[in-house]
């Protein structure tokens, strides 16, 4: 009788969480939550982006406790050995260093530089927009001015100057992305401050004597942060994609760093005869953003006002 | 309204896209004078060569204007590129602005028939997968657009080289031409398959196109790409709208529904898309270019960040900067001037 017992209990947690009339606040956050992951889990394509992202940040966790090659060790006498070799499943590259490894370690440093960017960029491009966005008047002039203007630059090749003035490398790197990037979050936090600054629980929240800083860190910053992180998310395939760019240049991580672009980069002197020294990790980099892509059209088909909640 | 007071505002309005104008500009270029200040290079040394005496030194460096206060600096350096001087190449020791004029017709060319194969496949593609809403074609389309935004171009190029090129023989290697067909036509316009026309030299023509095909189709799938998801969702949009109905209604055929009541509704805002795209490729094509040794702007801009030659870098970047903003802000200009909603 026990699996009918579960599936009774398991029933009824389905109904506490999808219950019309929460009992608690921890209840109302959690139907939430639970009806949201229903509907990310409906789409086969979202949850296929989301399992590789797992197992992607499973690979970067525990990649140095896998049982790999030395992503630096060089032996010369293997050098170029084809996808299938013994010892080396994804074959060596021009140097006899192990590709599969090569690539669980560049996965660190992908994953590492994009989430580095994001971590930059969100919040200063949450708070200049909210604060353009709440404050109104002379302080949103000259915030959003300031957003056009960095807005209508050319991205890539911002980036490329200033990774060059600052000379190559991956904090760099993350600092030259980061200088482009902003200002599309921060037009976003506006545009959800201006929808949410007029709503009456802000007014409620001013007469009880709130101050102004508050109603903007303890309200709106945190109603805005749920748009901004689903754009993030839809962002991370751009700055893999400009982190792989840097790295192809030479501007991102220096050799003999295992990083995806730069190992494109290094596979195409030797293009013709050994196909798979550039191919793989421009496959993982294709497959890394596109995972990215899926999650972040999920994300926004759940998060979406338009879609209701 | 008194044609007066509309003249009035349009006069604003022209103000205003000139301030919008001028401010973009000197952002661009605060920009490019703090990255050639904040380099780790002495541009004196960099002229004079390491074993400089002192007093030349000192000399060459009140003539860069070096020695003067930072925002006296950044007017000097201001009316400099107003005067179209961008400093010389230490690369190639000419003037960095008749480098990139000589460069740059070769980005234009790649990047507009890219843009010309992202326009006449992308558009249709995006139009027929609305009006298939959910049907094969539409999950073709999707498909289409997510690769597009996830692949990198350079590796997109390199496999390119490698299927196309390499295995397949179907078109040329890198470079823009032959070298035995290097030259053989007058530069009238830049363009070598304009030229080539121009001087009815089919063999240069054929060999051209042999090399432009791959690096444009590569840049173009991008353009393909973007351009089909825009269109799509444009049309998307009208399709779901009354008048739409009221067109089916009245017996208009599906055929002029779609493209003239609705593709004709979203005609406006798809030619600000593609002056982006356009836009977009202009910086894209960088990363392109490198990949099939084309000599354009990327090329020169990549070999200048190899070497530190600042004054190309910075030249490159600060002409790439200006045409991206007078491109955005020419299509702001011209979607306020058609759309009549905006313009009211």
């Known amino acids: 009788m026990k699996p009918a017992a579960d599936a009774a209990s398991s029933a009824g947690r389905r109904a506490w969480l999808l219950s019309a009339e929460p009992a608690s606040r921890a209840q109302a956050m959690l139907g939430q939550a639970y009806r949201r992951w229903r509907r990310l889990a409906s789409n086969p394509m979202t949850l296929c982006g989301l399992v590789v992202l797992a197992l992607l940040v499973l690979t970067a966790l525990i990649g140095p406790l896998l049982p790999l090659q030395d992503p630096l060790r060089q032996v010369l006498a293997d050098r170029l050995l084809p996808p299938g070799s013994p010892g080396h499943w994804l074959g060596t590259d021009e140097l006899g260093r192990d590709l599969l490894s090569r690539l669980v370690h560049g996965a660190r440093l992908t994953l590492a530089i994009a989430v580095l960017v994001v971590v930059v960029v969100v919040p200063i491009g949450l708070l200049i927009g909210t604060a353009a966005g709440f404050f109104g008047g002379w302080v949103d002039r000259v915030l959003m001015r300031l957003t056009d203007i960095a807005l209508a630059f050319p991205k890539i090749v911002l980036a490329l100057a200033l990774a060059a003035a600052l000379g190559p490398g991956v904090f760099n790197a993350v600092l030259a992305i980061s200088i482009t990037a902003w200002p599309a979050y921060a037009r976003l936090a506006r545009a959800e401050t201006l929808r949410h600054a007029r709503a009456d629980f802000i007014h409620a929240a001013r007469m009880q004597g709130a101050s102004r800083m508050r109603l903007l860190l303890r309200y709106i910053v945190p109603l805005c942060a749920s748009s901004v992180i689903v754009r993030a998310t839809l962002d991370m395939a751009g700055i893999i994609l400009s982190v792989a760019g840097l790295g192809f240049l030479g501007l991102g991580a220096q050799p003999p760093n295992p990083e995806w672009g730069y190992m494109v980069a290094s596979g195409r002197n030797v293009l013709l005869d050994a196909w798979w020294v550039s191919t793989l990790p421009g496959l993982a980099i294709l497959i890394v953003s596109l995972a990215f892509n899926l999650l972040g059209d999920g994300l926004r088909d759940v998060f979406d006002p338009r879609h209701g909640d | 309204m008194t044609q007066g007071k509309a003249a009035l505002r349009w006069a604003g309005r022209v103000c205003g896209w000139v301030l919008t104008l001028a401010a973009t500009f000197t952002g661009l270029l605060a920009v490019t004078f703090f990255i050639g200040r904040k380099v780790p290079i002495d541009p004196v040394l960099a002229v004079l060569g390491d074993h400089a005496s002192a007093s030349a030194y000192a000399a ?221 490729l202009l910086e894209g094509s960088v990363l392109t270019e490198i990949v099939f040794s084309w000599p354009g702007i990327g090329s020169y801009l990549t070999g200048a960040l190899m070497n530190a030659d600042m004054s190309a870098v910075l030249g490159s970047t600060l002409t790439i900067g200006a045409l991206f903003i007078l491109i955005n802000l020419a299509t702001d200009m011209l979607y306020r001037v058609f759309d009549p909603r905006v313009r009211a």
């Open chain 2, 60 to 280: 060459v460096r009140a003539q860069m204007g070096l020695d003067q206060p930072l925002p006296v600096q950044f007017v000097l350096y201001v009316r400099d590129v107003l005067h179209g001087n961008l400093g010389t190449s230490l690369l190639t020791s000419n003037p960095v602005r008749d480098d990139i004029l000589r460069v740059f017709p070769a980005t234009l060319e790649l990047a507009t028939l890219a843009t010309l194969i992202g326009i006449l496949v992308g558009v249709p593609l995006g139009v027929v997968a609305a009006t298939r809403h959910n049907r094969a074609i539409d999950h073709v389309a999707r498909f289409v657009g997510l690769i597009g935004s996830s692949m990198p171009v350079f590796w997109l190029g390199l496999m390119g080289l490698l299927l196309f090129y390499a295995k397949l023989h179907w078109v040329a290697g890198p470079g823009r031409i032959d070298p035995a067909y290097d030259g053989m036509v007058d530069t009238r316009t830049g363009s070598l398959l304009i030229d080539a026309v121009l001087a009815g030299d089919w063999d240069v023509f054929r060999n051209a196109m042999a090399h432009i095909l791959l690096p444009a189709c590569i840049l173009g799938y991008y353009s393909v790409a973007y351009l089909s998801r825009m269109t799509r969702a444009f049309m998307l949009e009208q399709l779901s709208q009354e008048y739409i109905v009221t067109a089916r209604v009245k017996g208009v055929s599906e055929r002029g529904v779609v493209w003239r009541h609705a593709f004709g509704n979203i005609a406006v805002p798809l030619l600000t898309i593609v002056a982006l795209a356009y836009s977009n």
